[in-house]
């Protein structure tokens, strides 16, 4: 849990331009936190002692005023998320990489050596964040015929409390 910087990636090489901005650490400061939050089920706004969810949000700062935020559901053995099930499609539509494609099958299985190192998660949530002033990502992450499509995985590897390496299936 907390905020981790990217330092590096080996995959500013995606086929989505959104995403190519979004990993380019060297024209923006990008974080990942991964937070534990407290949500009301009836309006998905954090309150207390209702339900706690693990959500694991990739912020692009543009500037002090200006990022990227987009939240993704997640689950892990410690924090399951039971609407999250295995990803079935590789993302691409009619051959086209529309949403980002992803690894599946058994190039996306999780190592069995290290049981708890995944991250499961569903993208859910995006908003440019100007000044205060928030502007919809234009990405229908919540609607059903693309739900599959926007789900992925993380596998990490915390090589101290400071520094760890990340593998995904969504551009990381």
Do not use: C, H
């Not at 981790?4 to 990993?23: E, G, H, Y």
Request: aromatic share 10%; hydrophobic share 35%.
């Amino acid at each position: 849990m907390g905020r981790w910087r990217l330092l590096t990636t080996t995959n500013a090489d995606t086929a989505s331009p959104i995403q190519r901005k979004a990993v380019d650490s060297t024209k923006y400061k990008i974080y990942q936190d991964i937070l534990l939050k407290t949500i009301s089920d009836d309006n998905n706004e954090i309150t207390s002692g209702e339900d706690e969810r693990l959500i694991v949000s990739q912020v692009v700062k543009f500037s002090d005023t200006a990022e990227l935020v987009v939240d993704a559901l997640a689950s892990t053995a410690a924090y399951p998320l039971e609407e999250l099930t295995e990803r079935k499609s590789t993302g691409k539509v009619l051959g086209v990489n529309v949403l980002g494609v992803s690894l599946v099958g058994e190039e996306a299985l999780p190592d069995e050596d290290r049981p708890d190192s995944r991250i499961d998660f569903v993208f859910d949530e995006g908003n440019f964040n100007f000044n205060g002033f928030k502007i919809p990502y234009p990405v229908p992450f919540r609607n059903p015929l693309f739900r599959d499509w926007v789900k992925g995985w993380i596998d990490v590897t915390y090589l101290s409390d400071r520094v760890r390496i990340s593998r995904g299936n969504k551009g990381t």
